[in-house]
């Protein structure tokens, strides 16, 4: 649980751990990942309490250190933590932007992700309700879960493509050329095997991707994203939109719809 607080005449958030509560989800995911080769799937633990505040705070540090805008930790007591304030909700500018203010946004963010990844950074849930946005820079938050106790480095920072991609991929359902422009644009500068590892997992999931073409709309709209990847990294454009499915938003596994 999150919530607004004002500390010495600033805002601050105040964030609880609650008991982890995942366990099926996590299990079914993993053995999903597991059987059809998706590494960049692979669910990392997900604690709670103070093993989730002890995680976050140690992400936070080396996130900061390696120059990521990410909160200023405030304060910690007990399963909780005083943070720092470092914009408004990403999501929200999305949904309140027309065309021209996404574009802004959303290359903002794929430039930041990029130059944290060259410098060595990860996140693993780079969705936009991750996001931050202070008119200037693009700020990240929620780092209770660390993916390098599951993947390696390479795996991460692809995974990290792959959920950003799949989050604004809804908001340019009627312009994917723009969206795979911008992001062959930020990887340009990706290691291989980066853009490897994302085109072989999309690859993986081309048939998952064309059954779920009939399904509910996070079905249809990672299904989109799927083929539009693994077609644009065929040809060699170096972009990669998503193959990670919301369960992270919201504790469902919409993976799972496909295979229903």
Not at 33 to 53: Q, S, V, W, Y
Not at 151 to 159: C, G, I, P, S, T
Not at 178 to 199: F, K, N, T, W
Not at 228 to 254: K, Y
Request: aromatic share 6%; hydrophobic share 45%; with cysteine.
């Amino acid at each position: 649980m999150v919530e607004p607080i004002t500390l010495e005449g600033q805002r601050a958030w105040l964030k609880q751990y609650g008991e982890g509560s995942r366990a099926v989800a996590l299990g079914l995911l993993n053995f999903v990942a597991r059987r059809f080769h998706l590494d960049a799937l692979r669910p990392p633990p997900h604690r709670g309490g103070d093993a989730a505040r002890q995680t976050e705070a140690r992400r936070l540090g080396e996130l900061q250190a390696q120059g990521v805008n990410v909160p200023t930790v405030l304060g910690s007591g007990h399963a909780a933590l005083v943070l720092g304030d470092n914009g408004s909700s990403f999501n929200t500018c999305l949904r309140e932007a027309d065309d021209a203010g996404r574009d802004v946004l959303v290359s903002a963010a794929m430039q930041a992700m990029a130059a944290a990844h060259a410098r060595g950074a990860y996140f693993g849930q780079p969705l936009p309700r991750n996001l931050t946005w202070d008119g200037q820079r693009v700020g990240f938050i929620d780092f209770e879960e660390d993916p390098l106790e599951v993947m390696d480095l390479d795996q991460a920072q692809a995974r990290d493509w792959l959920m950003f991609g799949y989050g604004v991929a809804k908001y340019y359902a009627d312009r994917p050329q723009q969206l795979q422009a911008m992001m062959a644009a930020a990887m340009d500068g990706a290691q291989a095997p980066v853009r490897e590892h994302a085109h072989a997992v999309t690859g993986r999931l081309q048939r998952l991707a064309k059954a779920g073409l009939g399904l509910g709309r996070s079905a249809r709209a990672l299904a989109h994203a799927i083929l539009i990847v693994h077609g644009a990294t065929t040809l060699g454009v170096l972009m990669v939109l998503v193959v990670c499915v919301d369960w992270l938003a919201d504790g469902q596994l919409d993976l799972l719809e496909l295979l229903t």
